[in-house]
């Protein structure tokens, strides 16, 4: 085989590596619809997404054109299926931290304006030690149903099998 051609495999093996979302970037933007690079715009508000890190997946949430917020989010990998999700508000005002067990995750119930990801079994979802079985997400930050449904069936296939119901 040929220098070049080598080389040429070796460039496309790495270009699709690079790609490929970890487990803790493939849980971010279902939680927080993270995404490097995206914008979205929710009529009156834009919003722009920076990956900060991968691994955490880290992220700064900058919204416009009022004054200027800048949240960080991040999602932190505890084993395939459990992970910590933390966010801080406006330039470090205000925090939270939700613990997320995808094991026991169902499926999406969706309304107009918000959209709840539905656990199965006790405590799957903790934040600030209070217990529940649902995790709520905003719409205007979730991606559309089809790549959020995608970015499900990954974290399942991938990483997490969970609950089947």
């Known amino acids: 085989m040929s220098k070049a051609v080598c080389i040429g495999l070796a460039a496309l093996l790495s270009a699709g590596t690079a790609q490929a979302q970890n487990a803790e970037e493939t849980a971010a933007f279902i939680l927080f619809g993270a995404e490097d690079g995206r914008t979205y715009d929710d ?5 722009s997404i920076q990956q900060v890190t991968a691994s955490p997946a880290v992220y700064h949430i900058t919204v416009s054109p009022s004054r200027p917020t800048r949240t960080e989010v991040s999602v932190e990998r505890i084993n395939d299926c459990n992970y910590i999700a933390r966010w801080k508000g406006n330039y470090g005002k205000g925090s939270g931290e939700t ?5 026991k995750f ?3 119930n969706r309304f107009d ?7 199965n079994g006790t405590c799957a979802v903790s934040t600030d030690g209070k217990c529940s079985d649902s995790y709520g997400v905003s719409k205007g930050s979730q991606a559309d149903d089809a790549r959020t449904d995608a970015a499900v069936a990954y ?3 991938t990483f997490c099998s969970g609950s089947a119901f």
């Open 155 to 157: 974290l399942k296939t």
């Open 43 to 47: 009529g009156a508000t834009h919003f």
């Open 99 to 103: 613990k997320i067990d995808f094991s």
């Open 106 to 108: 169902v499926k999406f």
């Open 113 to 119: 304006d918000f959209s709840f990801l539905q656990f």
